[in-house]
């Protein structure tokens, strides 16, 4: 009920309505949807997890266990929402969770009375056999919370702010205020992050005196003051998280819908002022409707007017709750204050309280105070360790962490004195510890009779504290009846592990702008509008997103390039300059094959392998002048293997000697591939000073294009005549539209990757990491000349000669062949062979096509021993069929070469 | 997110260095045993406290020493590992 003088945080001119399950109701602008609920008396908000016992509001921030609501205005909707911390708005429709079709009529709510079918530790046991995916559906549809929002469609996307300041504060409430005050004063950057809708913490509703003023007028004097020394105050922000070297991470919620901000806040000090949060007494039935937490109840009082019962008990183990007494009665409740709760009648709300004399006393209201537990959550995140004090009936933090501390009733300055007395035995009836999870007593006394003894243990077994309240109020009562149970002393028991979050907070605050496209961005060409135009369908390749074809055709663009020309780009192509007097010497540690006998103006291509011997990469490499190399690597490997270069530069070298960079993004290369390809090449003006007929293959000149320079290559990767042009990004269209013009009247066509996949394979031209895999050696491949040849030293040379790689079995790069009329072989389909009557695999397909030149399927493969078996019929598996196909040379159109000297 | 000083850059985020090595640790060559050559390709000390390693920024590309803790995760002082750099 509201009181006519309403509360300090509500406009009572401001009404707002709201649904509750279906039903109209009306709050005040100021209200969170928990106080709504309060003032319009609903009593019910929720159904338990397991037991779907009738639930109503315990607390008033965010340890709320029970107020659980799946909350939704227009489109928008946010499952899960802790109606303690989700403010009020017009036309706000608010259902609870995990009732069906409605809190106070659920229908699982038969499920209590078979309570002690399901104890602890049920779900392990019972749908074990035959298996738990038979079983899981119907569970999931009857436990749980909320559900997930399909048709989901943000607005807006969580900002993501990195800030720094030389005292952060946590919790604005009396110590953090006065902490983040005499920090300003020494001249230090302060910011103060707190949960609050307002800031205040407890001043907000508790009266006290703090320096001779009330609480009230401190809090503002003490505001004004923070705001003049520009101390920055984010509230609805929880700091959830301590990482490393005092990064804090902070979610800012947002009004409405909108989701929260993240700020990454990097600060010398860290001061925790996070407060207390009141315990519960464990009691029979003390998870009744109406039994609440005292401290709430008098923060409902006073911030909203709203009135939790006019007939009220009171329970408490502390001295806390004198001024709540006190606070009713002046609102005109009769107020009765006992020792020690027996029982609680009343399965919708409570209707009568019995006290420890058995005595019945009416009441619609129970509010109890079961002692405080300091929030220690960011302490013990950043490696502090508490310690049990018995005056306390808490965990306090114990020795201080470097740049961080911890100040007021989080360290245990409560103000209030407790005297607690633990909960006895598990009764007949039960005795809640944890609400939201639904764990009683009984349960952690059938946990220690199974002999479960680490808290870790316990907590995952009963479930206690893994609720998404991760038992803010239940985990210090949990251990306590724990270390009764087992007989071992508070401290002995010790706590879970506290790990971030420490609220739940949404995912939408990670993504920030990291979704869509944004969520691994690709890399572009500077020519994709171009071939875009030209009909292009784009594929992502090794981050890059490329032209795959131009038209659905693949086979027609792979045959017309080799019978005209096609035009590739080829951009992403590896261009790492390596430059100086030993640039040489560092390319013959770095490659298999030597490099630096290469002669000026020619090209060379090798293998790089790893120190496992394993090929790493492939490429071509080109020597401008004496001291001038340029890598020519494969697109998706340019930044690993500049990284490679840089750590052998630095390492072997003298790094004044030789060096690094990487022009890869600076320049666009256009191949054109195909006999007519020289003859395409005539039509541009490229500035040489030879003719293209003297080029020989694997050289290189120097031109320019456009007022620009340009690096004509003679290089394949088709197997046809072939020249890679490149030149800088500039001149990438110009060049583009030239060789489309020249292409034209030659027959020509742009030529994606996919058909030129199918010419490499044409041509048994490998790709590294699809025709080989991490066990490959260059010898696997054919190459043994620099192994069996080199006397110098270079990278993963002294792996090539363990008896793993000389061993006889080792599977190598081979052709296959299927029968006429066959369908191409599977890419991944085994080599099969039957040893004792067990299968085992002999290596499988690493490239299949069918090859538009021959009209026939080919593939190309990695089997054991495959050099020495061409001829061979290997079985192949895939999907259960087997089939057979003949091991050939892994070149399938030219081997002498021919065409590449048209 | 842990801070690590860049002799050359100053304190960066994690997230722009990698790690290199354990410091100390000698590159096999071809006379290497097949035991040493194991030891220097697939075994690391992966000391608990206090380790001397190298690493690299890869925002200036440059390889140095880092002594840190690998438990507390302090940052104790990076530097140079050549000599003509320390100045
Ligand atoms: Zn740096």
């Given at each position: 009920?509201?009181?006519?003088?309403?509360?300090?945080?509500?406009?009572?001119?401001?009404?707002?309505?709201?649904?509750?399950?279906?039903?109209?109701?009306?709050?005040?602008?100021?209200?969170?949807?928990?106080?709504?609920?309060?003032?319009?008396?609903?009593?019910?908000?929720?159904?338990?997890?397991?037991?779907?016992?009738?639930?109503?509001?315990?607390?008033?921030?965010?340890?709320?266990?029970?107020?659980?609501?799946?909350?939704?205005?227009?489109?928008?909707?946010?499952?899960?929402?802790?109606?303690?911390?989700?403010?009020?708005?017009?036309?706000?429709?608010?259902?609870?969770?995990?009732?069906?079709?409605?809190?106070?009529?659920?229908?699982?709510?038969?499920?209590?009375?078979?309570?002690?079918?399901?104890?602890?530790?049920?779900?392990?046991?019972?749908?074990?056999?035959?298996?738990?995916?038979?079983?899981?559906?119907?569970?999931?549809?009857?436990?749980?919370?909320?559900?997930?929002?399909?048709?989901?469609?943000?607005?807006?996307?969580?900002?993501?702010?990195?800030?720094?300041?030389?005292?952060?504060?946590?919790?604005?409430?009396?110590?953090?205020?006065?902490?983040?005050?005499?920090?300003?004063?020494?001249?230090?950057?302060?910011?103060?992050?707190?949960?609050?809708?307002?800031?205040?913490?407890?001043?907000?509703?508790?009266?006290?005196?703090?320096?001779?003023?009330?609480?009230?007028?401190?809090?503002?004097?003490?505001?004004?003051?923070?705001?003049?020394?520009?101390?920055?105050?984010?509230?609805?922000?929880?700091?959830?998280?301590?990482?490393?070297?005092?990064?804090?991470?902070?979610?800012?919620?947002?009004?409405?819908?909108?989701?929260?901000?993240?700020?990454?806040?990097?600060?010398?000090?860290?001061?925790?002022?996070?407060?207390?949060?009141?315990?519960?007494?464990?009691?029979?039935?003390?998870?009744?409707?109406?039994?609440?937490?005292?401290?709430?109840?008098?923060?409902?009082?006073?911030?909203?007017?709203?009135?939790?019962?006019?007939?009220?008990?009171?329970?408490?183990?502390?001295?806390?709750?004198?001024?709540?007494?006190?606070?009713?009665?002046?609102?005109?409740?009769?107020?009765?204050?006992?020792?020690?709760?027996?029982?609680?009648?009343?399965?919708?709300?409570?209707?009568?309280?019995?006290?420890?004399?058995?005595?019945?006393?009416?009441?619609?209201?129970?509010?109890?105070?079961?002692?405080?537990?300091?929030?220690?959550?960011?302490?013990?995140?950043?490696?502090?360790?508490?310690?049990?004090?018995?005056?306390?009936?808490?965990?306090?933090?114990?020795?201080?962490?470097?740049?961080?501390?911890?100040?007021?009733?989080?360290?245990?300055?409560?103000?209030?004195?407790?005297?607690?007395?633990?909960?006895?035995?598990?009764?007949?009836?039960?005795?809640?510890?944890?609400?939201?999870?639904?764990?009683?007593?009984?349960?952690?006394?059938?946990?220690?009779?199974?002999?479960?003894?680490?808290?870790?243990?316990?907590?995952?077994?009963?479930?206690?504290?893994?609720?998404?309240?991760?038992?803010?109020?239940?985990?210090?009562?949990?251990?306590?009846?724990?270390?009764?149970?087992?007989?071992?002393?508070?401290?002995?028991?010790?706590?879970?592990?506290?790990?971030?979050?420490?609220?739940?907070?949404?995912?939408?605050?990670?993504?920030?702008?990291?979704?869509?496209?944004?969520?691994?961005?690709?890399?572009?060409?500077?020519?994709?509008?171009?071939?875009?135009?030209?009909?292009?369908?784009?594929?992502?390749?090794?981050?890059?997103?490329?032209?795959?074809?131009?038209?659905?055709?693949?086979?027609?663009?792979?045959?017309?390039?080799?019978?005209?020309?096609?035009?590739?780009?080829?951009?992403?192509?590896?261009?790492?300059?390596?430059?100086?007097?030993?640039?040489?010497?560092?390319?013959?540690?770095n490659s298999y094959g030597t490099i630096?006998?290469?002669?000026?103006?020619?090209?060379r291509y090798g293998f790089m392998l790893q120190e496992t011997g394993i090929v790493y990469d492939d490429g071509v490499i080109?020597?401008?002048?004496?001291?001038?190399?340029?890598?020519?690597c494969s697109?998706s490997h340019?930044?690993g293997v500049?990284?490679r270069?840089?750590?052998?530069?630095?390492?072997?070298?003298?790094?004044?000697?030789?060096?690094?960079?990487?022009?890869?993004?600076?320049?666009?290369?256009?191949?054109?591939?195909?006999?007519?390809?020289?003859?395409?090449?005539?039509?541009?003006?490229?500035?040489?000073?030879?003719?293209?007929?003297?080029?020989?293959?694997?050289?290189?000149?120097?031109?320019?294009?456009?007022?620009?320079?340009?690096?004509?290559?003679?290089?394949?990767f088709?197997g046809?005549?072939?020249?890679?042009?490149?030149?800088?990004?500039?001149?990438?269209?110009?060049?583009?539209?030239?060789?489309?013009?020249?292409?034209?009247?030659?027959?020509?066509?742009?030529?994606?990757?996919?058909?030129?996949m199918?010419?490499r394979a044409e041509k048994g031209y490998i790709v590294i990491g699809k025709d080989t895999d991490g066990l490959t050696m260059p010898h696997d491949l054919g190459h043994t000349g620099p192994r069996d040849k080199r006397?110098?030293e270079f990278v993963g040379r002294r792996a090539l000669f363990t008896d793993w790689a000389m061993g006889r079995d080792r599977r190598q790069l081979v052709g296959l062949a299927?029968?006429?009329?066959?369908?191409?072989l599977?890419t991944g389909s085994h080599g099969i062979e039957?040893?004792?009557?067990?299968?085992r695999s002999v290596g499988y397909v690493t490239s299949s096509y069918?090859?538009?030149?021959?009209?026939?399927?080919i593939a190309l493969g990695l089997i054991e021993r495959g050099a020495a078996r061409q001829g061979d019929t290997v079985k192949f598996?895939?999907?259960?069929?087997?089939?057979?196909a003949t091991i050939v040379a892994p070149c399938f159109?030219?081997p002498?070469?021919?065409?590449?000297?048209? | 997110?842990?801070?690590?000083?860049?002799?050359?850059?100053?304190?960066?985020?994690?997230?722009?260095?990698?790690?290199?090595?354990?410091?100390?640790?000698?590159?096999?060559?071809a006379?290497?045993?097949a035991?040493?050559w194991a030891?220097?390709l697939y075994?690391?000390?992966?000391?608990?406290?206090?380790?001397?390693?190298?690493?690299?920024?890869?925002?200036?590309?440059?390889?140095?020493?880092?002594?840190?803790?690998?438990?507390?995760?302090?940052?104790?002082?990076?530097?140079?590992?050549?000599?003509?750099?320390?100045?």
């Amino acid at each position: 009920m509201r009181l006519a003088s309403f509360g300090t945080a509500v406009d009572s001119t401001k009404p707002l309505n709201f649904t509750f399950d279906g039903m109209a109701c009306q709050g005040l602008a100021g209200d969170t949807v928990a106080s709504a609920l309060l003032a319009a008396g609903v009593r019910v908000v929720g159904r338990s997890f397991k037991y779907h016992r009738p639930r109503g509001i315990w607390g008033h921030g965010s340890e709320e266990p029970n107020a659980i609501f799946d909350v939704s205005c227009g489109i928008d909707r946010e499952p899960n929402a802790r109606g303690t911390t989700t403010q009020l708005s017009e036309g706000l429709r608010v259902r609870s969770v995990n009732a069906s079709p409605n809190a106070s009529r659920d229908t699982y709510g038969l499920f209590d009375a078979f309570a002690r079918f399901i104890p602890a530790g049920f779900y392990y046991k019972t749908f074990m056999w035959p298996d738990w995916q038979r079983f899981e559906p119907r569970i999931r549809a009857m436990a749980g919370l909320g559900c997930i929002d399909k048709v989901w469609s943000p607005k807006s996307f969580s900002r993501q702010v990195n800030s720094t300041c030389d005292v952060l504060v946590v919790g604005a409430g009396r110590s953090g205020l006065a902490a983040a005050s005499r920090a300003a004063k020494d001249g230090k950057s302060v910011m103060i992050v707190d949960e609050g809708i307002e800031p205040g913490g407890t001043l907000l509703y508790r009266s006290r005196l703090i320096e001779g003023v009330s609480a009230s007028d401190w809090l503002c004097e003490t505001l004004i003051e923070l705001e003049r020394r520009d101390v920055r105050m984010l509230s609805r922000a929880t700091a959830y998280g301590v990482y490393d070297h005092n990064l804090v991470c902070v979610s800012e919620l947002k009004g409405g819908f909108a989701p929260p901000d993240l700020w990454r806040i990097r600060t010398s000090e860290i001061v925790i002022a996070t407060g207390a949060i009141e315990r519960p007494l464990v009691f029979p039935n003390n998870d009744r409707p109406g039994v609440m937490s005292a401290a709430s109840a008098l923060f409902y009082l006073r911030r909203y007017g709203v009135r939790v019962g006019e007939r009220v008990v009171i329970a408490s183990n502390n001295d806390s709750t004198g001024e709540i007494a006190n606070a009713f009665r002046d609102a005109e409740a009769k107020v009765i204050e006992v020792a020690a709760v027996k029982d609680v009648k009343g399965r919708h709300g409570i209707e009568a309280v019995i006290d420890s004399e058995g005595r019945s006393i009416a009441a619609d209201a129970l509010l109890v105070s079961g002692g405080f537990t300091p929030t220690v959550h960011l302490y013990c995140q950043n490696k502090g360790r508490l310690r049990w004090s018995e005056s306390h009936a808490a965990f306090l933090p114990g020795k201080p962490v470097e740049g961080m501390r911890v100040v007021g009733s989080a360290a245990g300055d409560f103000g209030w004195t407790v005297s607690a007395a633990w909960a006895a035995k598990p009764g007949k009836t039960r005795a809640w510890i944890d609400f939201q999870n639904d764990v009683t007593l009984k349960d952690l006394a059938q946990a220690a009779r199974e002999n479960y003894r680490s808290v870790e243990h316990v907590k995952r077994y009963t479930t206690l504290g893994m609720a998404t309240d991760q038992g803010k109020t239940s985990n210090l009562n949990g251990l306590v009846a724990m270390a009764a149970l087992t007989g071992r002393s508070i401290a002995e028991t010790g706590t879970t592990t506290y790990r971030p979050p420490y609220t739940p907070t949404s995912l939408m605050a990670f993504t920030g702008v990291r979704h869509g496209e944004l969520f691994n961005p690709v890399r572009r060409l500077a020519l994709e509008p171009e071939h875009r135009a030209a009909g292009a369908v784009f594929r992502e390749y090794g981050g890059w997103l490329r032209p795959a074809a131009y038209g659905s055709d693949i086979q027609a663009e792979a045959l017309r390039a080799r019978e005209t020309v096609g035009i590739f780009d080829g951009s992403p192509l590896g261009k790492i300059d390596v430059i100086g007097p030993d640039a040489g010497a560092l390319l013959d540690f770095n490659s298999y094959g030597t490099i630096s006998t290469l002669r000026p103006g020619r090209l060379r291509y090798g293998f790089m392998l790893q120190e496992t011997g394993i090929v790493y990469d492939d490429g071509v490499i080109a020597r401008v002048d004496e001291y001038r190399f340029v890598v020519s690597c494969s697109s998706s490997h340019v930044q690993g293997v500049y990284q490679r270069l840089e750590e052998w530069r630095q390492d072997q070298f003298d790094p004044s000697r030789v060096y690094i960079h990487n022009a890869t993004p600076r320049w666009a290369t256009l191949t054109v591939t195909g006999p007519r390809s020289r003859q395409l090449l005539k039509e541009l003006d490229l500035g040489l000073d030879i003719g293209l007929a003297e080029l020989p293959h694997m050289a290189f000149v120097l031109g320019s294009f456009e007022g620009g320079p340009a690096r004509v290559a003679r290089v394949s990767f088709s197997g046809d005549l072939s020249f890679e042009v490149s030149v800088p990004l500039s001149k990438a269209v110009l060049l583009f539209h030239a060789m489309r013009r020249a292409s034209t009247p030659l027959g020509g066509i742009l030529l994606g990757l996919e058909a030129m996949m199918i010419l490499r394979a044409e041509k048994g031209y490998i790709v590294i990491g699809k025709d080989t895999d991490g066990l490959t050696m260059p010898h696997d491949l054919g190459h043994t000349g620099p192994r069996d040849k080199r006397t110098d030293e270079f990278v993963g040379r002294r792996a090539l000669f363990t008896d793993w790689a000389m061993g006889r079995d080792r599977r190598q790069l081979v052709g296959l062949a299927v029968a006429e009329g066959e369908a191409a072989l599977p890419t991944g389909s085994h080599g099969i062979e039957r040893v004792n009557g067990k299968l085992r695999s002999v290596g499988y397909v690493t490239s299949s096509y069918f090859s538009p030149t021959l009209r026939r399927p080919i593939a190309l493969g990695l089997i054991e021993r495959g050099a020495a078996r061409q001829g061979d019929t290997v079985k192949f598996q895939y999907l259960g069929r087997e089939r057979e196909a003949t091991i050939v040379a892994p070149c399938f159109i030219d081997p002498e070469g021919t065409r590449l000297h048209v | 997110m842990q801070l690590i000083s860049c002799p050359f850059c100053g304190l960066r985020d994690e997230t722009e260095f990698r790690f290199g090595a354990e410091a100390g640790k000698r590159r096999g060559t071809a006379s290497s045993s097949a035991e040493e050559w194991a030891n220097y390709l697939y075994f690391q000390g992966n000391p608990k406290g206090q380790t001397r390693e190298i690493w690299v920024h890869l925002a200036c590309g440059e390889f140095f020493m880092l002594e840190r803790d690998s438990m507390t995760h302090e940052i104790h002082q990076s530097y140079c590992i050549r000599k003509e750099d320390q100045k």
